[in-house]
Every structure is written in structure tokens, then in C-alpha cells.
């Protein structure tokens, strides 16, 4: 069976080959029927993957390095994508996916354009699909096949690992389809609104899973690694952070060519570095160069290839943009205080704050080269990101409701009133109730600051209540955006700022104080699993009339020959109690064992923040008519008792 996945995915490779031939010459038919048939062919062969790590199919490589027969079910068929050569597998399929979707729903009226959409994303799939078979073949037999496998890492073998991969290949190769559209739009020299209002939605499709994978991967680590924090900052990381930027700057850019026929090349251009930030950061992930523990891969080799499709690919676009752009028509004239200009510094903040997080990512491994040992950590990032970013959250409120064109600054002292109100008041508070820092204050009043302003926004834009069912689902995702990173913004500046934590060292019925909470170790066991052991404590942990039981563990996989920590965490509306196990020792004959206890208050708004980010894209690509049977609701509500009988 795994032969006949291999020879599918030959067959998928040289049915996009032609793809991308016949989508060049302008055949959309063609192109698009063999998009659909390469689809066909590259799912069969991921599924013959997915049916060999079902079965245990130790003959295959991909399976006996990575799969084990005590497995759970669901991590059995998560190892198909959670290693290198299976993920990349998982990366055409969604690459051919994205060219199928674009074959039957890409309807602009352009012919043309519509074929050399397909053609591009044509051969980007088979320069995927050749890394692959190439570089990368998950198809592999073993001589001699062992009755056992060597089990996939324990730190994937997670829920939310399960799906952070696939949605973040959404996100990475949904900017393909939005890079060929932009590709194809170069070749004709026409970027207008018809091209702005397709690619919108394409964008929006890749934003919004890329957001929900940067979620996940961020939640997975917090209760996963037992370090008490939400991942950022970490080099992996980084590299789905930066196309997510680029993609929020190309969603605002594309506002403008839309409505206004404006930021025509801009907007190609982001199209085009999206794309190639989510090669490079396939290339940061698999290359081995950067050290992260979502890292897949430690081959160089391999990242080289990677390397030089990064090159080839993004060389040829940036390439057919240096010599095609200068075709494209502008847009009207506009004012530097009116909705493009505010569009535009949104756009350039977005794009120097990529740049920033690039230079912190690759700075070490470019001061390696000339011979000398650096790390970039939070500080770095806290001191350049933050105040980069600062200025675009505080004008958003305001530059919503600016007119398009003109010079529009009516009630600019209102707003500025109403920003230092907000800001003296928190700051007071901080200082005083609250007891944190200053500045940690001032960020709390930003996040509400955010808040407020989007939902004054929607208020404007109603008018009256009954009229808010009636808004563009457009304006309900927007204003669902910017309320999520308002917050995030809240979650993060009150989590980073105030978090506790502490190391205790406890004996049986040992007790310790943590942020409120009286803990006490009353038991410890080993408790054995599908494919683990554990250490397992329990503690009774008391906080005025409440008493609750955490129960962390510290695992031990033997077929992989290495442990994972079990974290223990208690929500309430202030935040999480916050429990992980450490080691064993003896003490003057007495045995103890140590925890890391944190409390991380209002950590759910850093990811219920995301999430409302993702649901604001989500809506804004939903159908018109999602809302109209509410709206209608909505008016007849609204009518007098005499026409509503009529």
C-alpha cells in the first residue's frame, strides 16, 4: 500500500507540473481540472500514510521511527504530520487543497488571470511536491523491520498538538493561493478592486486558522512544558508570528485597493512577503539551524534545499515585481490624517515590527557566523516590539471613523481627552487598588482603551440599536478583532506583570502559602498509562471556605527514553493556581519533592483574546446572507404595532 501512496504522490507532482503549464498558457478548464485530479491523487497518498501509522506498519520508516504499538489512537494518526517528512506530506496535500478550492470557487469573470492563478499555485505545488519525494520521502521501507517502534515525541503526543500543525499549514500555505493570485496579477499589470475583493477573502482564509494555530501552539505550551508561561518570544515561534503580521498588514492594505482602488502595489507586495515568510519559516523549523522544541527537523541538508526554494520562489516574485509594478495604476490622491493615510501607518508599524522580530530571530546565528555566542530573549522584544506597536493600538479608535481622502480631524481633542482620562484613571488605580506597576497600568487602560473605542465604532456605524443586526458582517468581524486585541492586550500587560511563583520543597502532609492558597501534599503515587508511567502527587489545596484537589504528574515514556511534566492547573475568574511536579530527594533521611507553583492571573483573555481575533476574520468571510433572516427579525421588532399587523 505504501508504494501505491508513493506512486500517487509522483502522479500528484506531475499532474500539477502540467498544472502549472496549462494555467501559464491561460487554459483555465484544463488547469483547474487537473488541480481537482492532483488533489485526488495527493489525498490517496497521505491517506495510505495515515493507514500505515493506524496499523503500526513498522516496514515503513516514517512509522517504526515515530509510532509505537501502545499508543493512543489519536496520536497514532497525529504522527503522520508530527515529524518532518509526514508534516511535509501534510503541506502538499493542503498546497494541491488550496489549488482545488481555488479551481471550483475563484470566480472574478477573468478568465486570464483566473488560469495563472492556478498555473502559479500549480508549480508551487510541485516544487512541495518534489522537496517531498526528493528531499524528504516519508516512504522509506526498513530492510529489516522491528516488532516494535520508537514512539512519537511525548511532547506532541497532545490534543492541541494534534491539530496545531494542520492549521498552521492553513495559515503558511493559504498565503500560496494569495501569493499566485498576486503573482498573476503582476503578469497582467492589473491590480483593481475585482483583485482586491477575491484575494480578501483568500487572506482572510489564511489569517484566521494561522491565528488559531498560534493559539494552540501557545495554550499547548503553557499546561505542556510546566514552565508557567504562554509561549512567546521563542524562535519557532517567531516564524508563524511574522507571516501572521505581514498577513494582518496585507487584510488592512487590501481595504483600501477595494474601496478606493489605493495601495495597489503595497498590497501586491505583502502578498508576495507573506508568502515568503511562510517559506522561510518552514525553512527556520525544519532546518535544525534554530534550536526550539517545536522544532521538527535537525538536517541541513534539507534546509538548504529549503532555502534555495526560498530563493527561487520569492526571487522570482520580488523579481516579476520589480519589472511589472511600475504598470500598475495608483489610486486617488489621499490626505496623510484620512482613513488610507491611518491604513497606510498601520501598514508600515505592521511591517517594521516584522522586521524586528526577524532581526531578533536571525541575530544569533548571525553573530555566530563572525565567530561570536549571543541570545535574543524577551527583554530584546519587550524593548523594541512593544513601543513599535504602542503607537497603532492607541490610534485605532480614532482613525476608524476617519473619512476616506480628506483631511479629517474633527474631535481629535475628544478623543485625546477621552485616551488620558482612561490612562490617569487606570494609572491611579494601578498605583493604588490595583498595586501594580505604572506602566503595566497604562497597558491595562490601552487594552480598554481598545475595547471601548471598537465598540463605540459599532455603535456609530448602527446608529440606532435595532440597526446593529443590519450591519456588513465585515464591520461585526472587525469590530470582534479589535475587541480580541484589546484583550490580549489586558491578558498579557496583567499576566506578565503579576504572575507569582515560587519553588516549594514539600514533605508528605508538608504545607507552603501561594499567592492566597494554603497547599498540602497529602499523597504520592505512580499510576501507569497506555505507553507511560507516571509520578503522580496530590494536593489539597484551601483558599477561605474553598477546597480543591490538584493532581500533577511527571511522566516517563520508555520507548522514547524521555519524561514530560503533567501540569496541574485550577481556573477561576482571577486566574489559574498553577502546579508542576519537579524531582525527588532525600532530605536528613526524609523524603521531599519539589514543585513549581505559579498563579497567572486573567490568563484565559491572552487566549480567549486570540480567539476572538480569528471569529472577527472568520465573520468577515462568512456569506451576506448569514445575518439576514436576524436583520429582518430585527426591522420587524422595530415597526409599530399598526404596520406590523399590516
Known amino acids: 500500500m505504501i508504494e501505491f501512496g508513493h506512486f500517487a504522490a509522483i502522479l500528484a507532482f506531475c499532474l500539477s507540473g502540467l498544472q502549472g503549464v496549462q494555467g501559464l498558457r491561460g487554459q483555465r478548464g484544463p488547469a483547474a481540472f487537473l488541480a481537482l485530479t492532483a488533489l485526488g491523487a495527493m489525498g490517496v497518498s497521505f491517506l495510505t500514510l495515515v493507514m500505515a501509522f493506524a496499523r503500526s506498519d513498522f516496514s ?35 498546497t494541491l487543497g488550496f489549488g482545488a478550492a481555488g479551481a471550483v470557487f475563484l470566480r472574478t469573470g477573468r478568465p486570464k488571470f483566473e488560469a495563472r492563478s492556478l498555473g502559479i499555485q500549480g508549480l508551487v505545488a510541485a516544487g512541495s511536491l518534489a522537496y517531498l519525494l526528493f528531499a524528504s520521502s516519508p516512504f522509506m521501507r526498513v530492510a529489516e523491520p522491528e516488532l516494535q517502534g520508537d514512539s512519537l ?48 477573502g483568500w487572506a482572510m482564509a489564511a489569517f484566521v486558522p494561522l491565528s488559531g494555530g498560534i493559539m494552540l501552539g501557545a495554550l499547548w505550551a503553557y499546561y505542556e512544558l510546566g514552565w508557567g508561561g504562554w509561549w512567546f518570544w521563542d524562535p519557532v515561534e517567531n516564524a508563524s508570528l511574522m507571516p501572521w503580521l505581514l498577513g494582518a498588514a496585507l487584510l488592512h492594505s487590501l481595504i483600501v485597493t477595494e474601496k478606493r482602488g489605493g495601495f495597489a502595489v503595497w498590497s501586491v507586495l505583502l502578498a508576495v512577503l507573506a508568502f515568503c515568510f511562510s517559506i522561510l519559516g518552514a525553512f527556520l523549523v525544519r532546518s535544525g539551524i534554530l534550536t526550539s522544541v517545536h522544532a521538527f527537523a535537525d538536517d541541513p541538508t534539507r534546509g538548504l534545499v529549503l532555502l534555495i526554494g526560498l ?54 546565528l548571525i553573530a555566530e557566523a563572525f565567530g561570536r555566542q549571543m541570545s535574543v530573549g524577551e527583554p530584546y522584544f519587550r524593548l ?5 506597536m504602542a503607537p497603532a493600538l492607541i490610534a485605532l479608535p480614532v482613525v476608524q471613523a476617519w473619512s476616506w481622502g480628506r483631511m479629517d480631524l474633527s474631535g481629535i481633542w475628544k478623543w485625546a481627552a477621552a485616551f488620558a482620562g482612561i490612562c490617569a484613571v ?16 497604562l497597558g491595562v487602560a490601552l487594552g480598554v482603551w481598545l475595547v471601548g473605542g471598537s465598540m463605540w465604532e459599532l455603535k456609530r456605524r448602527a446608529v440606532t440599536w435595532p440597526r446593529l443586526l ?20 489586558v491578558g498579557a500587560v496583567v499576566e506578565t506583570s503579576q504572575r507569582y511563583e515560587t519553588t516549594l520543597d514539600l514533605a508528605m502532609g508538608g504545607r507552603a502559602e501561594v499567592a492566597g492558597w494554603t497547599l498540602s501534599l497529602e499523597d504520592m503515587r505512580v499510576v501507569e498509562g497506555p505507553n507511560w508511567f507516571s509520578d503522580r502527587a496530590t494536593i489539597s489545596a484551601s483558599k477561605g471556605g474553598a477546597m480543591i484537589e490538584l ?54 483573555l491572552v487566549f480567549g483574546g486570540v480567539i476572538l481575533m480569528a471569529l472577527g476574520g472568520l465573520f468577515s468571510v462568512l456569506p451576506r446572507g448569514v445575518f439576514k433572516a436576524r436583520a429582518r427579525q430585527a426591522d420587524m421588532a422595530s415597526l409599530p404595532a399598526g404596520e406590523l399587523a399590516e
Request: include cysteine.
Open 60 to 94: 515503513v520508516a516514517l512509522v517504526a521511527n515515530h509510532s509505537h504499538t501502545l499508543k493512543p489512537f489519536l496520536y497514532k494518526i497525529a504522527g503522520t504530520w508530527g515529524n518532518h517528512e509526514g508534516s511535509m506530506a501534510l503541506w502538499c496535500l493542503v
Open 153 to 200: 515525541n511525548p511532547l506532541l503526543q497532545d490534543p492541541a498538538l494534534a491539530f496545531h500543525p494542520p492549521l498552521l499549514y492553513l495559515g503558511y500555505v493559504g498565503y500560496s493561493f494569495v501569493f499566485a493570485m498576486a503573482a498573476a496579477a503582476l503578469i497582467e499589470a492589473r491590480v483593481d478592486r475585482i483583485w482586491a475583493k477575491a484575494v480578501r
Open 311 to 364: 530563493l527561487a520562489y520569492g526571487g522570482a516574485a520580488l523579481g516579476l515585481f520589480a519589472f511589472r509594478a511600475y504598470k500598475i495604476k495608483g489610486g486617488p490622491i489621499w490626505a496623510a490624517a484620512s482613513r488610507e493615510g491611518a491604513l497606510m501607518g498601520n501598514n508600515l508599524i505592521l511591517a517594521v515590527a516584522t522586521a524586528t522580530v526577524l532581526l531578533g530571530t536571525l541575530f544569533p
Open 384 to 388: 523594541t516590539f512593544v513601543p513599535i
Open 426 to 441: 487606570f494609572g491611579l488605580l494601578g498605583v493604588g487598588l490595583m498595586d501594580i506597576p505604572l506602566f503595566a497600568a
Open 470 to 489: 443590519k450591519l456588513p458582517l465585515r464591520v461585526w468581524g472587525m469590530t470582534l478583532a479589535h475587541i480580541g486585541l484589546g484583550v490580549f492586550v
Open 551 to 604: 493532581r500533577p504528574e511527571k511522566r516517563y515514556y520508555p520507548a522514547a527514553r524521555m519524561p514530560t511534566s503533567e501540569t496541574a492547573i485550577h481556573k477561576s475568574p482571577s486566574g489559574d493556581l498553577y502546579l508542576a511536579l519537579g524531582d525527588r530527594r532525600e532530605v536528613n533521611g526524609q523524603v521531599r519533592w519539589t514543585f513549581r507553583a505559579y498563579f497567572n492571573p486573567l490568563i484565559d
